[in-house]
């Protein structure tokens, strides 16, 4: 597939912080399904350890930015770049073109993705589904590899799980399970796509304290699609607002989610605080 | 012995030389039942994976097989390929026609199986760095085969009733002992209705037991 390419897009720096450069980068990206263009034109930078909160309504696009953004979707058009690489492109004497999927693997690699749906692999223990990408991805060697993955476990309070398989976990402990296997690799950009949504409500706030913690703890960027504004005021450094695959609005929490500009947003946040 | 009652000592009689047909029906069914799994998989993969010609000619092959009948590839490999210089003993041919023929179903069940995997497994592992071939042997087919297990099963009862087809390449499976007990006695209501009931009391308490089993998975999850 042919890309138009904006070749001037040099690295810039992060509006919200402006921590050097960006470690996600994205320059003119559209993303179509049929006639429907769920994503128009979308410049998008986010600095090193800067976390950003997407809201919008169903449809707006916000999950597909993290699709983009992970590689599972390719754009039809523009750019992305992950620390500095091209996503699905290699330079080739100045000039762009398509890459192999061998790079697209390798520099996805920096990225990983929290579903709503957990996607944990129901045929292995909560252990064996963060053990898997240690063994298989990075090739490290078995007991290591375990030991990490307890670890990882341990730290998102599920040291006494270890030995369940999905069906015996409630939906707050697939997803924290689902959290520590995205996190064994130990991505640069972490994306969470709605990862409470699928929760029964008192469930919500355990898997929110996880990624609460994990936002104070680790320098990781984030992009956080959510409807939880509260914890979109706690733990973004900026929030973007997304309408019919634009984004319409972004800045501080503070000015985005208390006090916002655009009509669209005031109304959007009006119909989820009214749920 | 009048020609339309029943003869219950005569009946009795009959069933060394039935058991020793059923077993052979069964050994046929076992070594049909392996070579049907393991060819179907091959099959559904190759057709999945879209290799250029490869993938193609699978879909053929599984189209030729099911668009003609049993009894006519039975023929084919036991009277036709010797002609062409392939010839192979008459229960290696039962057994590979049996294996080849549903071969062809198991591949669309795996299908079936593998399509039925909610499009986040792959998602998860693609997005985890999996490499593709260990997210088949470790994702997909591990829970797409446990899936279908019940309809391999049922496929197994349907191959065990098939293998009657065998009797007419010569081979002694149950048919063949009800008919050859029958035309030495000149006799065949007793023979061939206690035929007709092994192969009933077989089939069904196979179905019985995939039931039990099935039931008993569906309350594990």
Same mark, same amino acid.
């Given at each position: ?13 992060? &509006? ?31 600095? &090193? ?29 523009? !750019? ?16 762009? *073109? ?12 920096? $990225?990983?993705? $929290? ?15 963060? *053990? ?32 369940? *398989? ?37 469930? $919500? ?20 699609? !959510? ?11 900026? $929030? ?36 | ?50 290799? %250029? ?96 297990? %019940? ?71």
């Amino acid at each position: 597939m042919q890309s138009r390419i904006d070749p001037s897009g040099s690295q810039t720096l992060s &509006p919200a912080t402006g921590m050097g450069p960006a470690l996600l980068s994205m320059r003119n990206v559209s993303k179509s399904y049929g006639d429907r263009k769920i994503l128009d034109g979308i410049d998008l930078d986010v600095a &090193p350890g800067e976390k950003v909160a997407l809201i919008g309504p169903s449809g707006s696009g916000k999950t597909t930015i993290l699709r983009l953004a992970i590689g599972l979707v390719e754009p039809e058009e523009g !750019t992305i770049r992950i620390d500095g690489r091209y996503l699905w492109h290699e330079e080739d004497g100045g000039r762009l *073109r398509r890459a192999s999927n061998k790079h697209t693997r390798q520099v996805r690699r920096s $990225v990983g993705i $929290v579903f709503q749906q957990f996607n944990l692999f129901p045929h292995m223990s909560a252990l064996e589904n963060v *053990r898997e990408p240690l063994v298989h991805t990075i090739g490290l060697p078995r007991p290591e590899a375990e030991k990490r993955a307890a670890g990882l476990l341990a730290k998102v309070g599920l040291a006494d799980h270890l030995t369940k *398989r999905p069906a015996q976990l409630s939906g707050g402990q697939q997803q924290r399970v689902a959290i520590a296997r995205s996190m064994a690799l130990q991505p640069r950009v972490m994306l969470f796509d709605e990862v409470t949504s699928a929760l029964d409500p008192e469930l $919500v706030g355990e898997v929110l304290k996880v990624v609460r913690d994990l936002a104070h703890e680790t320098d990781m960027s984030m992009l956080i699609v !959510t409807h939880e504004i509260s914890f979109a005021i706690d733990i973004a450094d900026r $929030v973007l607002m997304f309408d019919t695959g634009k984004i319409i609005e972004e800045g501080p929490p503070s000015q985005v989610l208390k006090a916002p500009q655009e009509p669209r947003t005031r109304q959007f946040l009006r119909a989820i605080l009214e749920r | 012995m009048n020609s339309f009652g029943w003869d219950w000592s005569y009946a009795i009689s009959t069933l060394p030389d039935l058991f020793s047909g059923l077993k052979l029906t069964i050994i046929a069914t076992f070594f049909g039942s392996i070579l049907a799994v393991l060819i179907g998989l091959v099959l559904c993969l190759v057709r999945m994976a879209q290799i %250029p010609v490869l993938s193609g000619l699978a879909s053929f092959w599984i189209q030729l097989i099911r668009g003609t009948p049993l009894l006519i590839q039975l023929y084919f490999i036991f009277y036709v390929l010797p002609g062409w210089g392939l010839s192979l003993a008459a229960f290696a041919t039962g057994v590979l026609a049996l294996g080849m023929y549903y071969a062809a179903y198991a591949a669309e069940i795996f299908r079936a199986g593998i399509e039925e995997i909610a499009p986040g497994q792959w998602e998860a592992s693609l997005t985890l760095g999996m490499p593709i071939p260990r997210v088949w042997t470790g994702v997909i087919l591990p829970q797409a085969i446990v899936a279908v297990i %019940p309809v391999l099963a049922n496929m197994v009862i349907a191959m065990f009733k098939e293998t009657a087809l065998l009797s007419s390449i010569t081979i002694m499976e149950l048919l063949a002992q009800g008919k050859s007990v029958g035309s030495i006695h000149f006799r065949y209501v007793e023979p061939l209705t206690m035929v007709g009931v092994l192969y009933f009391i077989v089939s069904y308490t196979a179905a019985r037991m995939i039931r039990r089993l099935e039931g008993r998975h569906a309350i594990q999850n």
